[in-house]
């Protein structure tokens, strides 16, 4: 039945979180977009913008951007990481994305770099698409169309039809419930037993209800339209563990697939990798945000 296998492959996207908040400045105030995102920005020069994902916090990036020359702009999305959820939360993936489009208005923002992982480069994307002032997006493991990813023939009609029935399993679901789907993704998220126990944490840390609104939107909506209509340089990091069971060419092309109509994209593998690839590859994953900054546009 195509609801419950969407609900099940759904189960495999639960653990997409990372670390607390904790050790990076103050957020920055502001009006309008505050509702929706905090930033914290460190450094000077040119401006990247990092987006973590699903229940997580800028921190998944600490390792990997240590010493990285730049204004880096860490954004945590309202309800992940220990903070404050939005009163409205359905939508709740646009929303983030656009407060992400108004920040770089409000700071006089005109080139940045963004790198978001997981929904947080869905969420890089759809600014990308709302703003002439991103000039380049590092995505690290996402699609434009999650449920795809899982099951290729599914059509967005059929999942978005699913909606409902997934708002009401979401609502029924209780947060012994969540942690325990949570805790069973944990292999699929990253290698070590060590990344494995700061994920579940994270995922502790952040507000139930939000993390459900923003699941929900994940595994129900096809972001294709607003993928394609991005113009700047766009690279993909796709991790690969042959550990996983599935063939390498198989699971590049389920990529390839989803980014075949993206204007300007760059799909790079990344091997020995699960989903977190900066906490299973730091060094390979710092070498390729380099690279990404250096190219030209």
Not at 9 to 19: E, I, N, R, S
Not at 147 to 158: I, T, W
Not at 167 to 193: F, H, Y
Not at 198 to 212: Q, T, V
Request: charged share 25%; proline share 7%.
């Amino acid at each position: 039945m195509l609801r419950r296998s969407i609900l099940k492959a759904g189960a495999a996207f639960l653990a997409l979180c990372a670390l607390p908040a904790q050790g990076f400045a103050g957020p920055t105030d502001g009006p309008g977009w505050t509702k929706r995102i905090e930033v914290n920005p460190q450094g000077k020069g040119r401006d990247i913008v990092f987006v973590p994902g699903l229940t997580s916090s800028p921190k998944v990036f600490a390792r990997t951007t240590r010493d990285l020359p730049g204004e880096l702009h860490f954004v945590t999305v309202k309800g992940f990481a220990g903070t404050e959820a939005p009163a409205e939360l359905d939508p709740f993936v646009l929303p983030a994305a656009m407060a992400v489009s108004d920040y770089l208005e409000a700071e006089g923002i005109t080139d940045a770099a963004i790198v978001g992982h997981s929904m947080g480069g869905i969420v890089a994307m759809l600014a990308a698409n709302d703003t002439d002032r991103v000039s380049r997006v590092l995505i690290v493991d996402s699609v434009p169309f999650l449920p795809a990813l899982f099951q290729p023939n599914v059509s967005p009609e059929a999942i978005a039809a699913t909606r409902p029935l997934m708002k009401q399993q979401m609502k029924n679901l209780t947060r012994e419930m969540w942690m325990a789907t949570v805790r069973q993704g944990l292999p699929g998220q990253a290698i070590s037993q060590e990344a494995r126990e700061r994920i579940l944490k994270a995922s502790g840390d952040s507000d139930f209800e939000a993390a459900k609104a923003a699941f929900v939107d994940l595994m129900t909506t096809d972001y294709s339209a607003d993928f394609e209509a991005v113009t700047v340089p766009i690279t993909v990091l796709v991790p690969y563990d042959e550990r996983s069971g599935f063939a390498r060419d198989l699971v590049v092309s389920r990529y390839e697939a989803q980014y075949a109509d993206v204007p300007d994209v760059e799909i790079r593998v990344i091997d020995d990798s699960r989903h977190f690839i900066m906490f299973d590859q730091p060094d390979v994953f710092r070498a390729e945000l380099e690279r990404f900054l250096a190219k030209e546009d």
